[in-house]
């Protein structure tokens, strides 16, 4: 099984695994409560702590991603939106960066067998049941919007177990290939600790 998490990880783009998340009844405060945090504006604010945050913070992952996504600006601009969005709903960046790359293998306009769309792959029932009938699931911030979003309502019916959550996500609940491959990915490509970087540099 290890083998072929690092083959599949190993393979880039092709790496995608995505599947498809269930269409499950909402209670009426769950639906309202997932159409607002879908709904709510961008404001124009960092989700970094400081500025020097935000450079150290891209500066590790920007090279990771140039070969995926050459173009600078547009991959510093998904980088932002990535880290925005993941930290509105609560999860580690870099959690939500290992989703994408098991997911999509960060191809905008990925399409699984199954329908599902974009970056994180999302199924268009989302937008029925919880958004508006002109979001675009393969416009960069409402596929980041959306996808984050539906993880943390995941997390929250699991009640913080991430196995669980992240088989719900890929419509694998209860079976481990996929929870485990978001795992390698998110440690062994998309790991971040800024403390050991800085002593790094301080060498």
Request: proline share 4%.
């Amino acid at each position: 099984m290890r083998r072929l998490i690092v083959a599949l990880l190993l393979c880039g783009a092709s790496a995608a695994y995505a599947g498809a998340q269930k269409y499950e009844a909402l209670s009426a405060s769950a639906q309202a409560a997932l159409h607002k945090a879908v709904s709510d504006s961008r404001p124009s604010v960092s989700s970094f702590k400081t500025p020097m945050d935000a450079v150290d913070w891209l500066a590790a992952m920007s090279p990771r991603l140039e070969k995926r996504i050459p173009n600078r600006e547009y991959r510093i601009d998904l980088l932002r939106s990535v880290h925005y969005e993941a930290t509105r709903a609560g999860l580690d960046p870099q959690l939500v960066l290992g989703l994408m790359q098991v997911e999509s293998g960060f191809r905008k306009y990925a399409v699984s067998s199954a329908g599902a769309r974009g970056y994180m792959q999302v199924m268009p029932f989302w937008v029925k049941l919880i958004g508006r009938p002109e979001d675009s699931l393969f416009d960069l911030r409402t596929n980041l919007r959306y996808g984050c979003t539906i993880l943390r309502h995941y997390l929250d019916i699991e009640k913080g177990d991430l196995f669980r959550a992240l088989g719900r996500y890929n419509g694998s609940l209860g079976k481990p290939e996929y929870p485990n491959m978001v795992r390698a990915a998110w440690q062994n490509q998309w790991g971040y600790e800024k403390a050991a970087r800085l002593a790094q540099a301080a060498n």
